[in-house]
Every structure is written in C-alpha cells, then in structure tokens.
C-alpha cells in the first residue's frame, strides 16, 4: 500500500506542538465532524502527517506518523467516534503560514483553503511535498 498523507489541525492553547514533542505520541481524540471521523478512519499506520496551528499561529509546524489507526474515541458520550495514535516527528525548519500556502498556486485547492473549518484532511502527495519545501524540510 501507498503512503498517504494528512493535515491534522488544533488550536495551540488545545494541544500545542511543542506538547506533542514533549509527550512523543498522543490520541488524536475530539474530532466530532463526520467528514473528519471518515478521514481519521481511512488513516493506515505509516501514513504521514502534517501538523497546523490554528487560530493565533496558523501554521504548518511539523510532521507526524499514523502509529495506530482508527479505535473508539475514548473522549466521545455517543459511540461511532474514533481517534487514531500519532506520533510527532520534526519540527519544520521553518513554519509554513496560512499566507504562504494561499500565495502558492499549487496549493490553492487543498482543503486548508476550501474547507477551512475541517479538522482531518487528506493531501495530495505534490501538496504535501510542496508545503515540507515551503517548510525548508
């Protein structure tokens, strides 16, 4: 199977990135929007991911890997929810801003920009290469 790719977003004050280093790995729980639940379902161990800081930083900061798919979200009061286990894995050398990635026209049907409000989103592996570029990775 091929490697696939995501952008996985939370808010700093939620769940930082500098948090995610220090704890290694963490469940990837809270996800409570049914295209993101069917993102984090189709995730296979290995697969990468891109981690973005929304709100105040808006950010692209680093990079994890999918270590456990998808399991019951222990977070949830209803079933059906999952999460997954991701591991952190580097820091980009540079953050790839919001900006940035509206500016690349490579970049402008991601679903960062269409469907902004989206937790769990797959990428292209070209957009995905593109923004570890932009990242200086």
């Known amino acids: 199977m091929t490697t696939q790719y ?10 930082s990135w500098e948090t995610f280093l ?8 809270g996800v409570r929007n049914y295209q993101a639940r069917n993102h984090l379902k189709a995730m296979r161990t290995g697969d990468r991911v891109l ?14 890997e999918v270590t456990k798919t998808a399991f019951p979200d222990t977070t ?3 079933a ?5 286990e991701l591991k952190a894995a580097t820091t980009l050398p540079r953050p790839v801003s919001l900006a940035q990635i509206k500016a690349e026209p490579s970049l402008k049907e991601i679903a960062l920009l269409r469907q902004s409000r989206l937790s769990v989103m797959p ?4 957009e995905f290469k593109k923004i ?4 200086g990775a």
């Open 6 to 15: 995501w952008l996985v977003k939370t808010e700093p004050e939620a769940y």
């Open 22 to 29: 220090k704890d290694k790995r963490t469940d990837w729980t």
């Open 51 to 64: 981690f973005y800081a929304s709100v105040t930083t808006k950010a692209v900061l680093g990079l994890a």
């Open 76 to 78: 949830a009061d209803e």
């Open 80 to 84: 059906g929810w999952v999460a997954v």
């Open 123 to 126: 990428l292209s592996a070209a």
């Open 132 to 135: 570890l570029a932009l990242g």
